[in-house]
């Protein structure tokens, strides 16, 4: 179960990485765009990661029980 937890964070990680990465190169009149929109999808990873930890852990605890 640890390997999946281990997975989730890795894709999350890399999913974070690759949007700021993405995002990097900006166009002059698409900057505040570009600012908003990077703000939404850090907001969508960090609640995708909360519900993902609190999924696995009421997995891992339903199953042990």
């Not at 990680?13 to 600012?35: C, D, M, N, Q």
């Not at 995708?48 to 199953?63: D, E, K, N, R, Y």
């Amino acid at each position: 179960m640890s390997m999946a937890i281990a997975i989730i964070i890795i894709i999350l990680a890399a999913s974070l990485i690759g949007t700021f990465l993405v995002t990097r190169r900006e166009e002059a009149k698409y900057e505040e765009s570009t600012k908003r929109n990077t703000v939404n999808l850090s907001i969508i990873y960090l609640i995708m990661f909360v519900v993902f930890t609190v999924g696995t852990i009421w997995f891992i605890v339903t199953a042990t029980s």
